[in-house]
């Protein structure tokens, strides 16, 4: 798991999460390939939206994407019942106290998700003489994975959970989206 | 004497130091009137007797201290208008109109936290948008050097203007705005 940049400062107040995922008890390597297996067709997320990103996140679990085709099917209201938390859109300094608490009562193994550029840098509202944003919500919480967008296509976040899984179990496990053909050359920059 | 009338003489009435007539397909104000704090409470509970109800109040710093700006509207017929109030000096405060409407103690919080204006009479003024223990000083306060002076503003229509002292602020010299 990452770990919190130290040379980021959090505005003053703040204070990163302290919680941290401790070793396995019993470590025998095939039981916790099969354990992390289970986990990771299993992920249950929760039901936590902070912006507009939520809206991709409440799409990417309707019927057209359809996220329960790869396991992480219900979103929980509890963050005790849930293993994965995607932060989806801006951590304002005001809910930053919050969100850290609600990471710290999730039980581990946990896994969280920066989903668009508000989580991951604080997106369009990072400028000098901010005052409200929390410029990265890997300044709070250590980070599995990052997905930019603003907001991230639904295909996007399908993707940060298939990062997720194979971060588990080291292999992907569903096949690769079909390559875009290449862009068309970028037409030359005419004067105005 | 129509409803527009009525309102003007009670600003004048109250001592009203400017008072504005504006378009209201333009501006979407029908009056508006810069007042003196003291006569706030008054004519607000005035226009709250005569069905009007807060919209807003906003708060802008210029050169002169802080203009607030308290929005009224009826929910009949279209015709808002407007009472401005100035507050000069270091520490601003402003009466609370908490005890006529009380949806005000919000956009008093909110004026409050981002620039440090106080009202008196408040019973809550604790930070509404803002984290309970946000340090830094008002985010919104402007650096002295870039504020713009009221008459660069543009806010008053075709005025009528009842004191000397805003007199001089309306018609100063506007400096070029870089």
Redesign the interface.
């Given at each position: 798991m990452a770990t919190p940049d130290p040379i980021l400062s959090l505005p003053?107040?703040l204070e990163a999460a302290k919680s941290e995922v401790l070793p396995p008890l019993i470590n025998i390597k095939p039981i916790n390939w099969f354990f992390d297996l289970n986990r990771a067709m299993s992920l249950w997320p929760v039901t936590f939206g902070l912006a507009c990103c939520a809206i991709e996140m409440m799409s990417v679990s309707m019927a057209r994407f359809d996220m329960a085709r790869f396991g992480a099917e219900v979103f929980r209201p509890s963050i005790r019942q849930a293993d994965l938390m995607m932060v989806t859109g801006t951590v304002t300094?005001?809910l930053a106290p919050t969100v850290v608490r609600l990471y710290e009562q999730m039980p581990a193994p946990k896994y969280v998700m920066a989903c668009g550029n508000c989580a991951i840098s604080g997106g369009p509202f990072k400028f000098e003489?901010q005052?409200?944003v929390v410029e990265g919500v890997d300044q709070l919480l250590p980070v599995d994975v990052y997905v930019p967008g603003c907001p991230p296509r639904p295909e996007a976040i399908l993707e940060g959970l298939f990062f997720i899984q194979e971060k588990l179990t080291s292999r992907r496990w569903w096949p690769k989206p079909q390559e875009l053909p290449p862009d068309p050359a970028p037409a030359a920059k005419g004067k105005k | 004497m129509t409803e527009i009338e009525k309102l003007i003489q009670r600003f004048k009435q109250a001592g009203a130091y400017v008072i504005s007539n504006h378009n209201f397909k333009k501006e979407g104000l029908t009056v508006s009137a810069v007042i003196d704090a003291s006569q706030l409470k008054t004519l607000a509970k005035d226009l709250y007797r005569q069905g009007y109800s807060l919209l807003d109040l906003s708060t802008l710093e210029v050169k002169e201290g802080f203009l607030l700006t308290y929005h009224f509207d009826k929910f009949e017929k279209p015709g808002r208008i407007a009472l401005r109030v100035l507050l000069e000096g270091p520490g601003p405060i402003a009466p609370s109109l908490y005890e006529i409407f009380q949806g005000a103690e919000w956009h008093e919080r909110e004026s409050h936290d981002f620039f440090g204006v106080k009202f008196a009479g408040n019973p809550n003024l604790i930070p509404l948008l803002l984290p309970d223990d946000f340090q830094a000083p008002p985010p919104l306060r402007k650096n002295p050097e870039s504020l713009t002076s009221l008459a660069a503003l543009k806010l008053f229509g075709s005025y009528e203007i009842l004191s000397s002292r805003w007199e001089t602020i309306i018609n100063s010299k506007v400096e070029n705005i870089s």
């Open positions: 003053p107040g300094r005001k003489g005052y409200g | -």
